[in-house]
């Protein structure tokens, strides 16, 4: 079994920064590629960022391009997102989830491929 758990989240007056870190434990985690999606009220689950299991390839929505940045540390089995510049719209509960493929060539940013999810995390932007 997989768990996966978000920290980082908050409150933040539009124009700051924060950063969210998801550490896995369960399996080799620096073998299976990481995403990281957010829900806000009323709103269906989309994909922020996805990176590969090597860190090599990375993907964004395009509403966070240029914003944010994922990242991981293999060795610590944890992935990053480091949010800038943030907006009220980024308002949402944010969740890291695991690739369902092991050692998957690319990235991924369809919900159904993702197997593991963590608990989430709050980040509320004030404007």
């Given amino acids: 079994q997989v768990q996966l758990v978000e920290s980082g989240g908050g409150l933040v007056q539009a124009g700051g920064s924060l950063r969210l870190s998801c550490a896995a434990s369960g399996r080799p985690s620096s073998s299976y590629g990481m995403g990281w999606f957010r829900q806000a009220p009323g709103k269906e689950r989309e994909i922020v960022a996805a990176i590969t299991w090597g860190g090599s390839r990375t993907y964004y929505a395009d509403s966070v391009k240029g914003r944010f940045t994922i990242s991981r540390n293999n060795a610590k089995n944890t992935v990053y997102l480091q949010m800038t510049s943030l907006k009220p719209e980024d308002t949402a509960v ?6 369902r493929m092991y050692r998957r060539s ?5 919900t159904d491929e993702y197997e593991y999810w963590g608990q989430g995390t709050q980040v509320t932007v004030s404007s």
């Fill in 94 to 99: 944010y969740y890291c989830a695991a690739d």
């Fill in 106 to 110: 690319s990235y991924v940013y369809s």
